[in-house]
């Protein structure tokens, strides 16, 4: 018996997504992500999605790393899962609900010729305790702290999208900066359940450049949590305005952190690439 799946990506954070209204979803997803997320070995991604049937709202996602772990949410994978659940006749509304690791998140969809081509996603209120992200770094909250990574003095600001990041503002990107400090901030002691990196290279108030060592994955082409914590970041630190435009690999986002009821709303595409089979 074969697994039915659909290669999605959202400015090219990619993920292989399994739904599960109409068959079976796998007994063990976390070996699963290991194996079909392998880049060499696998379809190639950065992890695993299932989009699965909820009690609460329209549909359910649970996301796996490609390393196997769980996370809390994506904001990426979100909106590719807002397409998937309209263009395939699970949900055929513009405004859906749908149940995270991270709560239930609110989007409205961008349709032209009967397909979702952007999505809007309301990704709720930033958690800035120190506690909450998490992180033992001082401050409620953390704000351009410094820190020593690899023997490299750093200013960090920490902020939680549902999960943890890390946001570096650097002078300019660099291999240097994210694959040679990636990892360790990752897993540094000061994060106990790891933590995804955002370096930010910031071009004027209203616009940066992003990239992401995301915890379980590497470097991905787009973290759309991670552009969320990067626009928090440059307001607590006066770096941007509440309205950014943010620059990835894989394509851009818009990000609003919306003063009159403290949530982040983020605008970004999403695309179907293919379809295929896995056999089990």
């Known amino acids: 018996m074969s697994l039915r799946f659909t290669k999605m990506h959202g400015a090219g954070n990619d993920y292989v997504y399994v739904e599960g209204f109409t068959q079976p979803v796998p007994a063990d997803p976390a070996a699963l992500a290991r194996r079909i997320a392998h880049r060499r070995l696998g379809v190639g991604g950065d992890g695993l999605i299932l989009i699965v049937p909820s009690a609460v709202a329209d549909v359910r996602m649970q996301m796996f790393n490609a390393d196997g772990s769980q996370a809390e949410m994506c904001g990426n994978g979100i909106r590719c899962v807002a397409k998937y659940a309209y263009d395939h006749g699970l949900c055929r509304r513009e405004e859906l609900r749908i149940e995270t690791g991270a709560g239930i998140l609110p989007v409205r969809l961008e349709v032209a010729d009967g397909r979702v081509h952007r999505v809007r996603v309301d990704m709720g209120t930033p958690s800035l305790e120190a506690a909450r992200i998490p992180t033992t770094l001082p401050g409620d909250p953390v704000v351009e702290q410094e820190m020593v990574v690899a023997g490299q003095p750093l200013r960090v600001t920490c902020v939680s999208m549902g999960n943890p990041h890390c946001v570096v503002f650097v002078p300019e990107l660099s291999d240097q900066w994210v694959l040679g400090l990636g990892p360790h901030i990752e897993h540094d002691a000061h994060f106990p359940a790891r933590v995804n990196v955002e370096f930010v290279e910031v071009l004027s108030p209203t616009e940066v450049r992003q990239r992401t060592w995301e915890r379980g994955s590497g470097e991905t082409w787009a973290c759309g949590t991670g552009a969320s914590a990067v626009c928090v970041a440059g307001v607590l630190t006066q770096r941007t305005v509440r309205r ?37």
């Open 244 to 280: 950014v435009l943010v620059h990835l690999l894989g394509g851009d986002l818009e990000l609003v952190w919306d003063e009159r009821d403290n949530h982040v709303y983020m605008t970004g595409p999403a695309e179907e690439v293919f379809a295929g089979e896995w056999p089990q």
